[in-house]
């Protein structure tokens, strides 16, 4: 009888402590930084790391603590330093070099005739953009694919290309936006 009675009484007091928990995670909850959350809303998403972090959020949230500079996006570029400088209300300054250079926009095209089928670039995709199975041919999905290069390096046969992406296409009636 006590056994039952001292699982009953841990058991009801755990239950407690959990509801405690859960309470106090809604009440105390802390909402995400809005000046980070702002400023990774300008970075082009490429995930790329050549800022010197490993995705766009943990560079939003270093510009946002004052840890890095606005110019460490070569994959954003001058428009983006510029946005970022005035949404933080500061000077805008040129693209730092030695974090790369601004390309145009681009995206990797695998050669699937020389593709080994190693699986290295899918492994080095930080947005999942490459298919394919081991000892089989891989493709890129075009619309997912931020034009980052990680994939390049990894691929021992160098069957992938960076491509330039095509111009939008613009109505012959309606002029350019400014």
Not at 34 to 41: E, K, N, R
Not at 46 to 57: A, K
Request: one cysteine or more; proline letters at 10%; hydrophobic letters at 45%.
């Amino acid at each position: 009888m006590s056994l039952v009675l001292a699982v009953g009484v841990l058991t009801s007091l755990a239950m407690a402590i959990g509801l405690l928990l859960a309470w106090a995670t809604r009440r105390f909850q802390v909402a995400g930084d809005p000046v980070a959350d702002a400023i990774d809303a300008l970075l082009p998403q490429t995930q790329c790391g050549q800022c010197g972090y490993p995705g766009c959020r943990p560079y939003a949230e270093a510009i946002a603590s004052g840890d890095a500079d606005i110019n460490q996006c070569p994959p954003g570029g001058a428009a983006t330093v510029t946005a970022l400088a005035d949404l933080l209300g500061r000077e805008a300054t040129a693209l730092d070099s030695r974090y790369g250079v601004e390309k145009p926009a681009q995206r990797a095209l695998i050669d699937e005739t020389r593709c080994i089928g190693c699986t290295l670039c899918i492994q080095a995709c930080p947005v999942d953009a490459i298919v394919g199975a081991a000892r089989y041919m891989h493709t890129v999905i075009a619309a997912d694919c931020t034009g980052c290069e990680l994939c390049l390096p990894p691929c021992p046969v160098d069957c992938i290309d960076l491509v330039p992406l095509p111009e939008p296409l613009r109505s012959p009636r309606r002029p350019a936006p400014a």
